[in-house]
């Protein structure tokens, strides 16, 4: 079983960079270049082509900005409410929040925690604001897969 610890999600929550920002740099620079270029020559079909590529990258490279960062938020949000969640379980079960690990990413109904060595099975409230744990037993205790 796959289980996820607190450093995880806080490197998930503090690290979400994008390398579409420079390609989306240089696509911007050079469309303004080929523009100044092609308003300055007065010759219709030049720059003409250049600047039809360039211009439809730009905006392909914007849609796909777009739908990252959106991703990228949705990752960090859940990132900072799994944080919240296992500072929480941490602090109420008075364990070290290193011995702490969830097979989730997102916070979900009867994922299963783990706190030292005991298993514990989550039942949350309608509005995620509260969280009970009972006490389960893993069918297959074999090796964590701890990230």
Known sequence: MTVY??????????????YYHVFYAIAGVAFVI??????????????????????????????????NYTN???????????????????????????????NQTSMKEGMVIKVNDKFYKVTFNNDYSSYLLDETYLLQRGELDIK
């Open 5 to 18: 610890s607190y450093e995880y999600f806080k490197n998930l929550a503090e690290t979400n960079i994008n």
């Open 34 to 67: 080929l523009l100044f270029l092609r308003l300055r020559s007065h010759i219709a079909g030049r720059h003409r082509d250049l600047l039809i590529i360039i211009g439809l990258s730009f905006f392909i490279i914007s849609g796909i900005q777009y739908s």
């Open 72 to 102: 990228g938020k949705t990752s960090t949000n859940n990132a900072k409410n799994m944080i919240t969640f296992l500072d929480s379980v941490s602090d109420n079960m008075h364990s070290n929040i290193n011995n702490v690990y969830v």
